[in-house]
């Protein structure tokens, strides 16, 4: 099947920088949107940014001037760079990817990365 990885998480202090990286694998042909959301105790999961496999990209206003999304098709890795992080940015990040299978496109999540920021 289709597996995503990411890494690149970890404790920053508010004003600091992360990036995160999501890569791809498996039984793939193409990949179309990828995506970031992010999950914070006690509330709902939320897109934080999007891009497609032509590189249009949208954000979530809370993120929008902060947040820069990527992506290498060739090595079907998606990343998130985040700077200028502030407390309220502290989630689980996860990884998103509409990927074509043998003909289908699925929806596939990563397992998750912590971000947190504080001092």
């Known amino acids: 099947q289709v597996r995503l990885v990411e890494s690149g998480g970890g404790l920053v202090q508010p004003g600091g920088s992360l990036r995160l990286s999501c890569a791809a694998s498996?039984?793939?042909?193409?990949?179309?949107?990828m995506g970031w959301y992010r999950q914070a105790p006690g509330k709902q999961r939320e897109l934080v940014a999007a891009i497609t496999s032509g590189s249009d990209t949208n954000y979530a206003d809370s993120v929008k001037g902060r947040f820069t999304i990527s992506r290498h098709n060739a090595k079907n890795t998606v990343y998130l760079q985040m700077n200028s992080l502030k407390p309220e940015d502290t989630a689980v990040y996860y990884c998103n990817a509409d990927v074509l299978v043998r003909g289908v496109v699925n929806d596939f999540w990563g397992q998750g990365t912590q971000v947190t920021v504080s001092s």
């Open positions: 498996g039984s793939i042909f193409s990949i179309n949107a």
